[in-house]
C-alpha cells in the first residue's frame, strides 16, 4: 500500500509541476531564432559575459583584454571581406564605438566599448530578425 501511495504522489506532483512549466513557458514573451546571429563573426581573444534577448532582437556580451580600438579595426575589416556592407561607423560621446553591417536582409550591430586604461574592452554583438512588415509592390 505504502508503494503505491508513493507512486500516486509522485505522478500527481510530476503533473503539477509539466503544468507550472507550461504555464510559464506560455507567458514568456518570443525568443528570436539563433538565426539572426547567423554568420556574426566574434573576435578572439574574448568571453561571453552576457546574453539579452527579446522577440526581435539577441544579443551576445564579451569581454576582451584587447583595446577597443583594436577590437573596432578587427570588426571593420572582418565583416567587410564577410561581405557585409557597413552602413554606419561612429563614436559616442562616450567613446563607445558604434558599427552597422547589413547582408542579405539581416542586420548587424557591433558595439565597443572601453573597459580604461589596460583593462581592455568590453563589446556587444546584436542582431535582429529581418523586417518582413515591408510589401513588396509588383
Not at 14 to 33: F, H, K, N
Request: glycine share 6%.
Amino acid at each position: 500500500m505504502r508503494h503505491l501511495y508513493a507512486g500516486v504522489t509522485v505522478t500527481v506532483m510530476a503533473l503539477m509541476l509539466a503544468s507550472c512549466q507550461a504555464d510559464t513557458a506560455e507567458e514568456e514573451p518570443a525568443q528570436p531564432s539563433q538565426d539572426v546571429m547567423r554568420g556574426a563573426p566574434l573576435y578572439q581573444p574574448a568571453t561571453l559575459t552576457d546574453r539579452r534577448s527579446s522577440a526581435e532582437t539577441m544579443e551576445f556580451v564579451f569581454r576582451s583584454p584587447s583595446p577597443a580600438d583594436s577590437v573596432a579595426e578587427w570588426y571593420r575589416a572582418r565583416i567587410t571581406y564577410m561581405g557585409w556592407d557597413i552602413t554606419g561607423d561612429a563614436t559616442t560621446a562616450d567613446g563607445a564605438i558604434s558599427l552597422h553591417a547589413q547582408r542579405e536582409g539581416a542586420p548587424l550591430w557591433v558595439i565597443i566599448r572601453s573597459l580604461g586604461d589596460d583593462a581592455g574592452s568590453e563589446f556587444s554583438l546584436i542582431g535582429a530578425a529581418p523586417d518582413t512588415s515591408a510589401v513588396n509592390e509588383p
